[in-house]
């Protein structure tokens, strides 16, 4: 399926709340949204999810023989999915560009920065290295995939455990999970993306952008850093120019905002580890609630409504009451006349086209005036609806007046209903100028 | 010998149809048949009883019942085509039935009326995205005051709101902004500021229901602008970027609070 597209107005109202400093969930511009981490019954099984993105990742393990030229050192293997269930837009054919980005960035973040200790997975030097697996699935994209694969990657490569291996001389012995406990991989530190979205050429910028945020954004820029504030991968997107100091000061930012994440993930391990110790009951079927309300609960959003009572306050006692349209009407014949000029047409006025506003000034103006009103009220119901009046669609300037022997009927039950009632007919009666083309 | 067999058609038929009256607001799932109330006395009694000798065998007393989203008429039953819970309302004639379901992928319906983005224009027509499985088309004749000389101001990305005159499974839905009479009625392009987000269809539905108090309350807070399309699209727009934003955000919510969960967070903002 297509995208859906952005509507104009849409795009507006997001830059102009980023230039207010608003996001749409009420987060602040550092904020990043609620990381929950879940483990599945095997090892190396996890969900993370970030907001609304989720994001599912396995690892897995196998004996191969190893490259040629790193003959000492296991095999790291990267793949991350777009499932077709993230979003509408993504089909099996069309994701290569966003597909091959993401992966790229994933391996310079993983591999590159030396995480796991690729020699410790050596078996039999030059025959049998461990070659490790890692497949992340993005089940749910609300934006910044990058930030949550990555973490999904390296919890699952922390929570992952490999068989255990015996060598003897020339002797190798595998055992199964079942005669030995098997043993996690060894992991020199935790690097963690951090995304830092840029709006009207580097003005403003926002950590964790969301989906829609994403749409509007001039350009990305993602840093992986670990605790120790050492940057692992740095890539910026998108060809906006940046100023040095923006760049130093997002590398800041994403230093304390890994710590964070770091932090979370290690209590995360620790509180699966305990369960599994203790024999409870662990993996996702535990981690989803069933059988309570909070089931299906939604996270409650931080907006600010500080100051709302005041700024309404204010602008009720400040707007002006709405302007008395007078009518004049012209009468032509008997049972024909004719309100405002009706030759210049506003279409695509903005102020015009609301539905809601326009009902009670024209209704009250209406029955203003005295003994005119007779003439009137028909008179702009004739106008919209009969079209005695027709806008000319072909050469001709003038207007030809029509002149309707039967409204006058019509027009006398019209005029008792109207003045007796308050609030005339619900249909809204337009204050557009022209009339109606037959 | 009467009860066991009743027990093996049953177990054998898997379920046997049931009456409509009485699973009035319980769970149905699909493929379910319901039986109208005339039919009723035809499947009561079981197949050892004697059945009643009818004297006008062939007819029976017609009565019009609508048959709703959510079901099918299949012969002379009803089909149950999605799970929710069946509704009835009695309405001139037999009256409605439908299933209330849960669902955030529209459907074009003919009738409905709905929030579009305009993707492209072609020639003389325009292409909108409603959030189904195509694009609907909108002649730029179809507005209010439109003729070929006098073009409706409409650029790709605005948001129109309009209904569909032709909406069915084997053709591109078309939509107008114009009703029977040639009149606007609401409908056109809505204005350009404002926030647009996407809810589930049921909470539309909700809102749009004769007394909702959702609504009632919001429009005491402060002064708004509001459109629902049936399509799951709310257009929202307040005087300030930040009563947008809480209006947005307490739609959403709405979905998943109780009413007294929802009056709480009014009296709290109306005080603040």
Redesign the interface.
Same mark, same amino acid.
């Given at each position: 399926?297509?995208e859906?597209?952005?509507?104009?107005?849409?795009?507006?109202?997001l830059l102009?709340?980023i230039e207010?400093k608003?996001r749409?969930?009420?987060r602040q511009t550092y904020d990043y949204r609620n990381i929950k981490i879940s483990f599945g019954t095997d090892y190396g099984c996890c969900i993370v999810e970030l907001g609304k993105t989720r994001v599912l990742g396995q690892v897995s393990c196998e004996l191969v023989s190893p490259k040629l030229n790193r003959a000492t050192e296991g095999i790291l293997f990267f793949n991350l999915e777009l499932s077709q269930m993230a979003a509408p837009a993504f089909e099996p054919g069309r994701q290569s560009d966003l597909l091959v980005k993401l992966n790229r960035l994933l391996e310079r973040c993983l591999r590159n920065s030396k995480c796991i200790d690729t020699e410790s997975l050596c078996v039999v030097a030059g025959e049998k290295v461990w070659q490790i697996r890692v497949d992340l699935h993005l089940l749910n994209h609300d934006g910044n995939i990058i930030d949550a694969a990555s973490i999904a990657a390296i919890v699952a490569l922390c929570h992952f455990r490999r068989p255990d291996v015996f060598v003897q001389g020339e002797e190798v012995t595998l055992y199964t999970p079942e005669e030995r406990d098997p043993v996690p991989l060894s992991v020199h530190h935790v690097p963690v993306c951090v995304s830092f979205a840029f709006f009207q050429q580097g003005t403003f910028l926002l950590v964790d952008p969301s989906e829609r945020e994403e749409r509007v954004m001039d350009g990305l820029l993602v840093i992986a850093v670990n605790k120790h504030r050492e940057i692992c991968t740095i890539q910026s997107s998108g060809g906006i120019m940046l100023l040095k100091e923006q760049v130093l000061r997002c590398s800041k930012i994403a230093g304390v905002k890994a710590a964070e994440i770091t932090e979370l993930i290690q209590k995360a391990l620790e509180n699966d580890r305990i369960v599994r110790k203790e024999g409870g009951k662990f993996g996702f079927a535990e981690s989803i609630a069933n059988q309570r309300i909070t089931a299906?609960?939604?996270e409650? &959003?931080p907006?600010?409504?500080?100051?709302?009572?005041e700024?309404?306050e204010e602008?009720?006692t400040e707007t002006e009451p709405p302007p008395e349209v007078v009518s004049k009407p012209l009468l032509w014949s008997p049972g024909t006349a004719q309100i405002g000029g009706g030759v210049e047409?506003s279409?695509?006025d903005?102020?015009e086209?609301?539905?809601?506003e326009e009902d009670t000034g024209s209704d009250e103006a209406v029955l203003l005036d005295g003994a005119e009103v007779d003439t009137a009220p028909e008179a702009s119901n004739s106008g919209?609806?009969d079209a005695p009046i027709v806008?000319s669609?072909s050469e001709e300037e003038e207007m030809i007046i029509l002149e309707p022997d039967k409204n006058l009927k019509k027009i006398r039950t019209r005029t008792v209903s109207t003045k007796q009632e308050k609030a005339p007919s619900k249909?809204?009666v337009?204050k557009?100028k022209?009339?109606? &083309?037959n | 010998m009467a009860g066991a067999a009743a027990v093996a058609t049953k177990s054998l038929a898997g379920s046997r149809a049931r009456a409509a009256s009485t699973v009035l607001g319980q769970v149905v799932l699909p493929g379910e048949e319901l039986l109208l109330p005339e039919q009723e006395d035809a499947e009561g009694p079981e197949s050892a009883g004697q059945r009643p000798l009818r004297l006008n065998a062939g007819t029976r007393s017609r009565v019009r019942v609508v048959c709703g989203p959510g079901l099918r008429r299949s012969g002379d039953r009803l089909l149950v085509t999605k799970c929710g819970r069946l509704r009835h309302k009695e309405h001139g004639g037999g009256g409605v039935y439908w299933v209330d379901s849960q669902q955030k992928r529209y459907v074009p319906v003919k009738g409905d009326h709905v929030i579009g983005?305009v993707?492209a224009k072609s020639g003389d027509i325009f292409k909108v995205?409603v959030?189904g499985?195509e694009p609907a088309s909108l002649s730029y004749l179809a507005f209010?005051?439109a003729?070929?000389?006098?073009r409706?101001?409409?650029?790709v990305?605005?948001?129109i709101y309009g209904q569909f005159v032709v909406a069915n499974k084997d053709m591109e839905p078309e939509m107008v902004c114009i009703d029977s009479?040639?009149?606007?009625?609401?409908m056109?392009?809505?204005?350009?500021?404002?926030?647009?987000f996407k809810v589930t269809l049921g909470l539309i539905r909700k809102l749009l229901a004769p007394d909702c108090e959702i609504l009632q309350e919001v429009g005491k807070?402060?002064?708004l602008?509001i459109?629902f399309g049936m399509n799951g699209r709310i257009?929202v727009k307040a005087?300030?970027?930040?009563?947008?934003?809480?209006l947005?955000?307490i739609l959403?919510?709405c979905?998943?609070m109780t009413s007294d969960q929802r009056k709480q967070i009014f009296s709290?903002?109306?005080?603040?």
């Amino acid at each position: 399926m297509k995208e859906t597209p952005l509507s104009n107005c849409e795009r507006r109202f997001l830059l102009r709340a980023i230039e207010e400093k608003k996001r749409l969930d009420g987060r602040q511009t550092y904020d990043y949204r609620n990381i929950k981490i879940s483990f599945g019954t095997d090892y190396g099984c996890c969900i993370v999810e970030l907001g609304k993105t989720r994001v599912l990742g396995q690892v897995s393990c196998e004996l191969v023989s190893p490259k040629l030229n790193r003959a000492t050192e296991g095999i790291l293997f990267f793949n991350l999915e777009l499932s077709q269930m993230a979003a509408p837009a993504f089909e099996p054919g069309r994701q290569s560009d966003l597909l091959v980005k993401l992966n790229r960035l994933l391996e310079r973040c993983l591999r590159n920065s030396k995480c796991i200790d690729t020699e410790s997975l050596c078996v039999v030097a030059g025959e049998k290295v461990w070659q490790i697996r890692v497949d992340l699935h993005l089940l749910n994209h609300d934006g910044n995939i990058i930030d949550a694969a990555s973490i999904a990657a390296i919890v699952a490569l922390c929570h992952f455990r490999r068989p255990d291996v015996f060598v003897q001389g020339e002797e190798v012995t595998l055992y199964t999970p079942e005669e030995r406990d098997p043993v996690p991989l060894s992991v020199h530190h935790v690097p963690v993306c951090v995304s830092f979205a840029f709006f009207q050429q580097g003005t403003f910028l926002l950590v964790d952008p969301s989906e829609r945020e994403e749409r509007v954004m001039d350009g990305l820029l993602v840093i992986a850093v670990n605790k120790h504030r050492e940057i692992c991968t740095i890539q910026s997107s998108g060809g906006i120019m940046l100023l040095k100091e923006q760049v130093l000061r997002c590398s800041k930012i994403a230093g304390v905002k890994a710590a964070e994440i770091t932090e979370l993930i290690q209590k995360a391990l620790e509180n699966d580890r305990i369960v599994r110790k203790e024999g409870g009951k662990f993996g996702f079927a535990e981690s989803i609630a069933n059988q309570r309300i909070t089931a299906f609960k939604m996270e409650e &959003a931080p907006v600010d409504t500080s100051d709302v009572e005041e700024k309404a306050e204010e602008i009720i006692t400040e707007t002006e009451p709405p302007p008395e349209v007078v009518s004049k009407p012209l009468l032509w014949s008997p049972g024909t006349a004719q309100i405002g000029g009706g030759v210049e047409n506003s279409w695509g006025d903005p102020e015009e086209s609301e539905q809601e506003e326009e009902d009670t000034g024209s209704d009250e103006a209406v029955l203003l005036d005295g003994a005119e009103v007779d003439t009137a009220p028909e008179a702009s119901n004739s106008g919209s609806q009969d079209a005695p009046i027709v806008l000319s669609d072909s050469e001709e300037e003038e207007m030809i007046i029509l002149e309707p022997d039967k409204n006058l009927k019509k027009i006398r039950t019209r005029t008792v209903s109207t003045k007796q009632e308050k609030a005339p007919s619900k249909k809204p009666v337009k204050k557009r100028k022209k009339k109606t &083309a037959n | 010998m009467a009860g066991a067999a009743a027990v093996a058609t049953k177990s054998l038929a898997g379920s046997r149809a049931r009456a409509a009256s009485t699973v009035l607001g319980q769970v149905v799932l699909p493929g379910e048949e319901l039986l109208l109330p005339e039919q009723e006395d035809a499947e009561g009694p079981e197949s050892a009883g004697q059945r009643p000798l009818r004297l006008n065998a062939g007819t029976r007393s017609r009565v019009r019942v609508v048959c709703g989203p959510g079901l099918r008429r299949s012969g002379d039953r009803l089909l149950v085509t999605k799970c929710g819970r069946l509704r009835h309302k009695e309405h001139g004639g037999g009256g409605v039935y439908w299933v209330d379901s849960q669902q955030k992928r529209y459907v074009p319906v003919k009738g409905d009326h709905v929030i579009g983005i305009v993707t492209a224009k072609s020639g003389d027509i325009f292409k909108v995205d409603v959030g189904g499985s195509e694009p609907a088309s909108l002649s730029y004749l179809a507005f209010e005051g439109a003729t070929k000389r006098n073009r409706p101001n409409v650029q790709v990305g605005d948001l129109i709101y309009g209904q569909f005159v032709v909406a069915n499974k084997d053709m591109e839905p078309e939509m107008v902004c114009i009703d029977s009479c040639g009149r606007a009625n609401g409908m056109g392009v809505i204005g350009q500021d404002g926030l647009l987000f996407k809810v589930t269809l049921g909470l539309i539905r909700k809102l749009l229901a004769p007394d909702c108090e959702i609504l009632q309350e919001v429009g005491k807070l402060y002064p708004l602008e509001i459109v629902f399309g049936m399509n799951g699209r709310i257009w929202v727009k307040a005087k300030t970027i930040q009563q947008t934003l809480i209006l947005a955000n307490i739609l959403e919510a709405c979905e998943h609070m109780t009413s007294d969960q929802r009056k709480q967070i009014f009296s709290r903002l109306a005080e603040s």
